[in-house]
């Protein structure tokens, strides 16, 4: 699977962004796909997943309420709309393939995005 990521940007906080991942190759073969981000000296943690059929979500904590995960099976591409966005939202962000495990870990996941940076200004 090679995933593809964009729509990273400087924005200001409170403001919103919609990141997009395309995937290519055996898609059909990844049930889940994943959003990861990692800042500056930070490891890469989970940020939200969702089964290709949309039936199925997950969000870390922190972003419950904010982003918001979907895909659309017929372009191959896996949305993360993130609303009132906050400095400490600022990272590189990555769209990942699953391949089993628990879907919160990134080591669950063996194909990833080129990442997206996102800059929230105070």
């Known amino acids: 699977v090679q995933l593809q990521a964009s729509g990273g940007g400087l924005v200001q906080a409170g403001g919103s962004l919609r990141l997009s991942c395309v995937a290519s190759?055996?898609?059909?073969?990844?049930?889940?796909m994943g959003w990861f981000r990692q800042a500056p000296g930070s490891e890469r943690k989970f940020v939200a997943a969702?089964?290709?059929?949309?039936?199925?979500?997950a969000y870390a904590d922190s972003m419950k309420g904010r982003f918001t995960i979907s895909s659309d099976i017929a372009k191959n591409t896996v949305y993360l709309q993130m609303n009132g966005l906050k400095p400490e939202d600022t990272a590189s962000y990555y769209c990942?393939?699953?391949?089993?495990?628990?879907?919160?870990?990134?080591?669950?996941?063996?194909?990833w995005g080129q990442g997206t940076k996102v800059t929230v200004s105070s």
């Open positions: 990942a393939a699953y391949v089993s495990g628990s879907i919160y870990h990134s080591f669950s996941y063996d194909s």
């Open positions: 969702i089964s290709w059929s949309g039936g199925s979500t």
């Open positions: 190759g055996r898609t059909f073969s990844r049930y889940y």
